[in-house]
């Protein structure tokens, strides 16, 4: 999921990144609608918000909502970052630290939210830019990676790909091309994922309240280390195969006498 | 990368100090604290009713009555907004405590009664004088009503 870049990825490691990180944004985004009646993984109604605000002249507004999408774009920015800096010396840390950060970002809000959480209006903004920060960061890695095929933190453009896919599929020359059919497989399934996410979130949430961070958290533990077992797995077959093969080399006592 | 890193940090510092500046100039939770008259009720927008040119032309008692029968603010004239998240709904003879809340992005005022009912007006305008909230009505009329208040 995290190790390959760009075209060296298969259509299997983006659908599995995809449904992982939309299922996190699915989650997150119903979270800080429930707990705070704000988005945090999507910007656009934030530049509307932007807009309408600056023509009233309201400045905390202008200053809170030009805050968020700084911060969104700000996480972005650290995800491909951390990408193209990192990514010769070590390529899954490299993708895995954005998601470390994110991980942070999140988990920090599910402990402040349980423990310490009064429900002022200076902790929903603070722990929402934390959120949005998250997203950003979540984004930004995918997007990154994936060479821009896998976005999962909001799904306007999803919306539109999937809408332009659904109509080429009415015309046999396309319905046939594989490529064209894989994202669609690939749209798709962020879809149901990002819903399975915020329905799950809001199945239980009023049980668990903040504490579905914690849940959320262990969904994004998953896509970190389920690449970092695969390289250990790897790690530990090479140094089989090296042994066995010093032992090919090396002559036994019993050969040499 | 070093060049890069210290250009990122100042950039933020900066926003953040701004942020907080303009923070502690606005902050709808002190702004709001104090005591709040009712001074004018009217429907912002209708969606659908056949009293459609009765809202328009009511009088602030009449869109009062006809948009909210069922809300806990309906009874109140004088609201005091305590900093300790208590708010005091009164008027001639009805008296009635709730706690308030803000969300969102300082544009959702949350009321919540004894009994946990929840209740969410949207603030349309809080300035140190003026509040005004909107509100999504279903009882004889469907739309959104406005209620404006003065600080005294």
């Known amino acids: 999921m995290l190790r390959k870049y760009s075209n060296s990825r298969t259509l299997g490691d983006n659908v599995r990144l995809g449904i992982l990180t939309a299922l996190v944004a699915g989650m997150v985004n119903v ?3 429930l707990l ?44 491909n970052f951390l990408v193209i800096n990192l990514s010769e010396k070590n390529k899954y840390l490299a993708h895995a630290l954005p998601l470390l950060l994110e991980l942070a970002c999140i988990l920090a809000v599910g402990v402040y939210g349980t423990y310490g959480y009064k429900g002022s209006l200076q902790e929903s903004e603070l722990m929402l830019s934390l959120l949005l920060f998250a997203m950003g960061l979540q984004n930004g890695l995918t997007a990154s990676i994936s060479n821009f095929a ?18 080429m ?5 396309f319905r046939n091309k594989r490529e064209l059919r894989d994202k669609a497989t690939l749209i798709f399934s962020i879809f149901i994922s990002y819903v399975v996410g915020g329905v799950l979130f809001a199945l239980f949430y009023k049980t668990l309240q903040f504490k579905m961070f914690f849940i959320i958290s262990a969904f994004l533990l998953v896509v970190i280390l389920y690449d970092s077992y695969k390289i250990w797995i790897l790690k ?19 050969e040499r006498r | 990368m070093k060049k890069t890193f210290i250009i990122i940090t100042v950039v933020f510092a900066v926003l953040a100090c701004l942020s907080f500046t303009v923070k502690a100039y606005h902050d709808p939770e002190t702004v709001i604290l104090g005591t709040w ?32 029968t069922d809300l806990g603010i309906i009874n109140a004239e004088r609201w005091v ?15 009635k405590q709730a706690n308030w809340k803000i969300k969102g992005r300082g544009n959702i005022l949350m009321i919540t009664y004894d009994n946990n009912r929840v209740e969410r007006y949207n603030i349309a ?22 209620v404006s208040c003065i600080k005294i």
């Open chain 1, 31 to 33: 979270a800080s609608l």
């Open chain 1, 36 to 79: 705070f009646l704000s988005f945090s993984s999507n910007v656009t109604g934030y530049f509307a918000i932007l807009a309408s605000e600056l023509v009233n002249g309201n400045i905390y507004q202008i200053a809170l909502v030009g805050s968020w999408i700084f911060l969104f774009f700000f996480g972005s920015f650290v995800s």
């Open chain 1, 150 to 167: 896998v976005k999962t933190t909001h799904l306007t453009g999803a919306t539109t790909d999937l809408g332009v896919l659904a109509s």
């Open chain 1, 169 to 173: 599929f009415t015309s046999k020359k």
């Open chain 1, 236 to 254: 530990l077959k090479r140094f089989r195969i090296n042994r066995r093969h010093k032992n090919d080399l090396v002559p036994s006592y019993t």
């Open chain 2, 37 to 68: 008259k009712e001074v004018h009720w009217e429907y912002e927008r209708v969606y659908h009713s056949a009293h459609i040119g009765r809202a328009a032309t009511s009088a602030p008692r009449e869109v009062k009555e006809m948009s909210a």
């Open chain 2, 81 to 95: 907004f305590n900093p300790d998240g208590s708010l005091i709904l009164s008027s001639n003879n009805v008296k």
């Open chain 2, 125 to 146: 305008t809080l300035t140190k004088g003026n509040l005004e909230l909107n509100f999504d009505t279903d009882a004889k009329i469907r739309g959104i009503a406005k």
